[in-house]
C-alpha cells in the first residue's frame, strides 16, 4: 500500500474504517488521504443547520460545498485519527447529486494515484443495486486497485 484513499460523508463518517485505514497506513509509513464526498441536497440541509447555530453565536460561517467537505474529512482526521502516528491529508468534494458519488471518488483516486481505496457500502438486495446503483460497487468494478468496502 502505497497511496490510500478513505471515502467518508457527512451522515456517517464510518469511524471502524477510518481507523483500520490509518493504523494501516502508519504501519506501512505512508499518507493517508481522507475524502469527503457531499451531495447538493447534504449541503442544503447540513447548511441550515449551520447557518441557524452560527445566527445564535452572532457569526457568519460562509463556505461552499466543497468547503464543507472538506472539512468533514479534517474533522473525520481529527477525531479518528490524532492517536495514531500517520499522516493524514482532507480533500472535499461536492456533486450535485448521489449518482456522480462513484465517478468522483474514482477521479480522486486516479488522479492522487491512490492503490487503495476504502468505503462504506450499502446493503442492498441484487435487484436494489441493478435498480439504483451502488457507489462501492461502481468503485470495485471500476478501479485498478485494491477496494476495501464494509457495510453498514
Keep these: 500500500m502505497q497511496r490510500p484513499l478513505v471515502v467518508t460523508d457527512p451522515s456517517d463518517r464510518a469511524p471502524e474504517l477510518i481507523r483500520e485505514a490509518g493504523q494501516l497506513a502508519a504501519a506501512q509509513g505512508v499518507p493517508v488521504r481522507v475524502l469527503a464526498v457531499v451531495s447538493s441536497e447534504e449541503f442544503e440541509k447540513d447548511s441550515a443547520v449551520i447557518d441557524s447555530i452560527a445566527e445564535a453565536e452572532g457569526k457568519t460561517y460562509d463556505m461552499s460545498a466543497a468547503e464543507y467537505a472538506k472539512n468533514v474529512a479534517q474533522s473525520a482526521i481529527s477525531d479518528l485519527l490524532t492517536d495514531i502516528d500517520v499522516e493524514a491529508e482532507p480533500l472535499g468534494r461536492a456533486v450535485k447529486n448521489d449518482q456522480k458519488r462513484a465517478e468522483t471518488i474514482l477521479d480522486v483516486a486516479n488522479d492522487s494515484s491512490c492503490d487503495y481505496i476504502f468505503l462504506i457500502g450499502q446493503r442492498r ?23 476495501v468496502t464494509a457495510t453498514e
Design 125 to 147: 438486495r441484487p435487484t436494489g443495486k441493478a435498480v439504483f446503483g451502488d457507489t462501492a460497487q461502481q468503485v470495485i468494478l471500476n478501479f485498478d486497485g485494491y477496494v
